[in-house]
């Protein structure tokens, strides 16, 4: 079992900026993670992906958030970055980690965490 374990989100005001980040840690196995990244779910909405990175360094990201979101990765700490710049409100949202694991990728998920932008 791999877990995700996730650190930043807030509230900050139009324009600012926030920095997520999840590290995936697994007990007594050595373990491949592939993609990693982040979707968000707001209230009365359905979960969307936000940005996503593979091993390789491949990222995809939601239209509504190119330009101001970066997302990375470091392999040797199975760790991923979002680095969330020039947020609206419409970027409020529950923002969850998520990692695919091994040849099967396997989906393991974050608890979440708050992020909430103010007009």
């Known amino acids: 079992q791999v877990q995700l374990v996730e650190s930043g989100g807030g509230l900050v005001q139009a324009g600012g900026s926030l920095r997520l980040s999840c590290a995936a840690s697994r007990t007594g196995t050595i373990f491949t993670i592939n993609n990693m990244g982040w979707y968000r779910q707001a209230p009365g909405k359905q979960r969307t992906l936000v940005a996503l990175v593979s091993r390789g360094g491949y990222t995809n990201y939601a239209d509504s958030v190119k330009g101001r979101f970066t997302i990375s990765r470091d392999n040797a700490k199975n760790t991923v970055v979002l680095q969330m710049n020039n947020l609206k409100p419409e970027d409020t949202a529950v923002y969850s980690c998520?990692?695919?694991?091994?040849?099967?990728?396997?989906?393991?998920w974050g608890q979440g965490t708050q992020v909430t932008v103010s007009s």
């Open positions: 998520f990692a695919n694991e091994g040849a099967s990728s396997r989906q393991y």
